[in-house]
């Protein structure tokens, strides 16, 4: 991908609340173009690593550079145009608004008519720039393919589609690095694999580089280039998917194994 | 929320798409209606001039706090003394500087909007009750002002105000009063509805529904519930000084709490969120003394009047009136006049099938 620094780095990252440790000393760091993947039991700290990246909190120790720039202490709003997006595990979309309008809304870093323009939508460009945004929109409602429910209102949606919207909503963003906490969590097999090969999409055609947070060890080892592993906080080990999971550590914190048996939940 | 298009209305373009009135008969009915607005000062008396004048002045300051409660979710009940303070910025502007009535009254609504910025400060850290009682604190803060700003307010004589002119035309009677007022309602709407379709507005609402959520996709929190302040007290500004215009004199107790408190159920009973409901809200609000008065003379004098002594009460009878209406409206409509309106639309879109 050209440009071979990391996009994402997280040095010696640690998250105190009171006396609770979340993380300790966690560093890792995400390759352009790659798909990765935390994995770790409940409570293992994989979202608050994202709510690090994202900025919901701040770490109490260490450092997150993002393309180049510490990002540690930047507010997490000023994030989004430096081009991280975030889905969360439980679902926030902006529910009485249309599922268009909670996509428009991921173009706000990328919008320039202020409220005063606004006001006065067909003087000045707001009409204009609407309308180019409302195009790009509309890509990205086909490729989720949710062109059906353009005009619902989001919080009648099932889940399913929720996520899809989440989903849409980050993309618009138009991220370099794009945080997935648990993206498949709840759905059926077929709304995995739909998932799955968004995405792949995402990452292959898009150009996005994926961080994610899964809980169905298929998926993340069918589509992960690396995989991290949490546990109580800490690092337990990285590397390649089949790396992963042949390290004893893992096989005994996160598959409960003890004995060298194949695991039969997990495909190869 | 959703918008129920007739069968075989297809848009082709994204511009068809992002009007404010989508159907055929909204833009008709939109036409009818200012039409019918335009030949009102033509058929009806001063008396319905004046309440629809009412409406306009307090529907304008409505939409503000709409912005504010219903789009923002962030609450005020110290509305009525922005509203207060538009009224006595535009009478002293026109009094002290000469300048234009007509001037004033924008300019009047920017100094009430700075003045809300002030106080909208506060505002981006605090939600809930918290705000709440900080907006009392506008609300305190502000009467007292007006009670001691003599230079300002006129203390409590009050001030007297004028009526705007254009050239040598003063808008002294009602007739013409109204189509000022009405040409104000119809930017002030019309700003309202296309910010709420842009870039800003979206982010108003995305604050309301999930702030965290709103923060990631690169929303400045603070910056747009202070805007939002800001917003609201511009529109009561605008609305505060076409009252003041219209009345001739602003007196001191007018803008009390009680007053701020009615702000907020003409826009719950209108509907939060909603721009029409604003002034739908606004006129029902403006209706209900009339309603109460009527029904108070139509019972004058008789058994129950005797009874219950109304007669003499009539003021205490409107706040019951009010209160009353409120609390229907959180139980049976809480959606406000807005909703009702859209269900009336969709029965009658769906008859005889509506099921």
Known sequence: MGDHAPILQAESVSLRFGGIRALTDVSF????????????????????????????????????????????????????????????????????????????????????????????????????????????????????????????????????LRKRVELARAVALRPKLILLDEPMAGMNLEEKEDMARTILDLNEEWGMTILMIEHDMGVVMDISHRVMVLDFGRKLTEGRPEEVMAHPEVRRAYLGEVEDAPAEAVPA | MTVMTPAGDFRTSYRADTTIFPTLGGRLALWVGLALLCCAPLVLDRFFLSLLINIGTLGIAALGLNILVGFTGQISIGHAAFFGLGAFASAWLHEHYGIPVLLCIPIAGLMTALVGLVFGAPAARLKGLYLAIATLAAQFILEDFFARAQWFTGGVAGRITESPAIGGFVMDREESYFYLVLAFVIVMFVAAANLMRTRDGRALVAVRDHYLSAEIMGINLAYYRTLSFGIASFYAGIGGALYAHHLLFVSVEAFNILFSIQFLGMVIIGGLGSIMGSLMGAAFMVALPEVVQSAADAIAGGALDRMLKIGGNISFLREMAIGAAIILFLIFEPDGLAHRWRLIKAYWKLYPYSH
Request: proline residues 2%; hydrophobic residues 40%.
């Open chain 1, 29 to 160: 760091a995400v390759n352009r173009g790659e798909v990765f993947s935390i994995i770790g039991p409940n409570g293992a700290g994989k979202t608050s690593i994202v709510n690090c990246v994202s900025g919901r909190y701040r770490p109490t120790e260490g450092r997150i550079r993002f393309d180049g720039q510490d990002i540690t202490r930047m507010r997490p709003s000023r994030r989004a145009a430096l081009g991280l997006g975030r889905t969360f595990q439980n679902l926030a979309l902006f529910g009485h608004m249309s599922v268009l309008d909670n996509i428009m809304v991921g173009r706000h870093h990328l919008l320039r008519s202020g409220f005063l323009s606004g006001m006065v939508y067909w003087i000045g460009g707001a009409q204009r720039e609407e309308l180019a945004h409302r195009r790009e929109v509309e890509e990205i409602i086909d490729f989720l393919e949710i062109q059906h429910i353009r005009k619902a209102q989001a919080g009648t949606l099932s889940y399913g």
